[in-house]
């Protein structure tokens, strides 16, 4: 009796050590994301090797829900999500909509106020020239389809990066990624326009300093005007023509008195720079500052995509509703092109030191990305 009870000790300690035996040291855990990444800092403070790092994204959020590729920065959207689940938790964000005025994102990340920010670049364009080339008549292809790919080449081309870099670095923010939406070139009218003669006397709505300056090299007349009012002023005459977006102008219902929509050369770009402030980037660990510029990249790739896509379901619209889309015949084109090459001199003149070197580039690239064939 005695001797079963002793064995019965030992096989419960043999037991345990088996167990003990097959399973597998348990990894070392790390964070893993929530069905939504959370915006706040964590309760504990972490360890060095995985310190956390909250960031306050002053996000634009001009658009709303109407454009898709917008909410890539919403709470809980893509941006967020990506950097949480890539850096293992490490990087949060806590995204503020609208936190400021969209002319003043740029400048309240510079100093501080914000952490990171989205600017749109056509409405700072009298403040940092530089950075609005995208403005220049023909700077890149005036078919939003093929701009919009060419506009993307010029920012992921490392040339251009280093440009960037030397410049925003001097007013103290990090060049991120760059956000492209549907370019400003459209020309809605009741009158079909398809060659520079076309243009004279053209009263058109028109904003920007270099799209005027095009417009009035192209033999229009520009006019300023608040947008509720374009409408009411295509339907009295005192407007012929609005230059916008072909999506920003269905919005605001210009399909409802326009019998055409022309593609021009002018405004062939609208985007927006994501940016960061340069000591909260360059206090990061290098891991998670690539973390940060490797998932810029793909966020900018799918709203390029998103921002393509969308253009392309809005033509069809645009068409459905009785719109006749039309564009500069070819010998027109270069006719037009011709007439607006002054604007290039004109934005060198305000663009500062940087031009010459940025604008070569630029041309480079769109250069080699229009000579390949694939072959």
Not at 136 to 159: F, K, R, T, W
Not at 209 to 234: D, R, V
Not at 334 to 350: C, N, Q, R
């Amino acid at each position: 009796m005695r001797k079963k009870l002793l064995l019965i000790p030992l096989a419960l300690l043999l037991a345990i050590s088996l167990v003990a035996i097959g399973c597998p040291t348990p990894p070392p855990t790390t964070p893993t994301a929530p069905t939504t990444a959370p915006t706040t800092a964590p309760t504990t403070a972490p360890t060095a090797e995985g310190e956390v790092f909250t960031f306050t994204f002053a996000w634009n959020d001009i658009w709303g829900p109407k454009f898709r590729a917008s909410q890539v920065y919403a709470p809980g959207g893509e941006l967020q999500r990506m950097l949480y689940e890539r850096s293992g938790g490490r990087i949060r964000l806590n995204i503020i909509p609208r936190m400021f005025d969209s002319m003043d994102v740029l400048s309240a990340v510079s100093v501080g106020k914000a952490d990171m920010g989205d600017a749109p670049m056509p409405w700072l364009s009298g403040t940092y020239p530089l950075w609005n080339w995208g403005d220049i008549p023909g700077i890149v292809d005036p078919y939003p389809v093929s701009g919009l790919a060419e506009e993307l080449a010029i920012y992921q081309d490392p040339g251009v990066l280093e440009v960037y870099d030397k410049t925003m670095r001097e007013v103290g923010v990090v060049f991120w990624f760059v956000t492209q939406w549907d370019p400003a070139n459209g020309l809605w009218s009741n009158k079909k326009i398809t060659k520079l003669a076309d243009m004279r006397g053209l009263k058109t709505r028109v904003g920007g300093y270099l799209p005027t300056e095009g417009l009035k090299a192209m033999g229009g007349s520009p006019i300023t005007m608040a947008s509720s009012e374009l409408a009411p002023a295509m339907l009295t005459g005192a407007l012929d023509a609005v230059l916008t977006s072909q999506g920003y102008g269905y919005s605001i219902g210009l399909a409802d008195i326009s019998k055409y929509l022309t593609i021009t050369p002018l405004a062939p770009t609208w985007t927006a720079v994501t940016v960061m402030n340069a000591e909260k980037y360059d206090a990061l660990p290098p891991d998670l500052q690539k973390v940060l510029m490797d998932v810029g990249r793909e966020v900018e790739q799918m709203v390029y995509l998103s921002t393509v896509a969308e253009y392309i379901m809005s033509a069809d619209t645009v068409t459905l509703s009785g719109i006749e889309i039309l564009q500069f015949e070819p010998e027109e084109l270069e006719k037009t092109l011709e007439a607006v090459a002054p604007m290039e001199k004109l934005w060198l003149d305000i663009a500062g030191p940087y031009g010459p070197e940025l604008l070569a580039k630029i041309k480079d690239v769109v250069a080699k990305h229009r000579a390949f064939t694939g072959e």
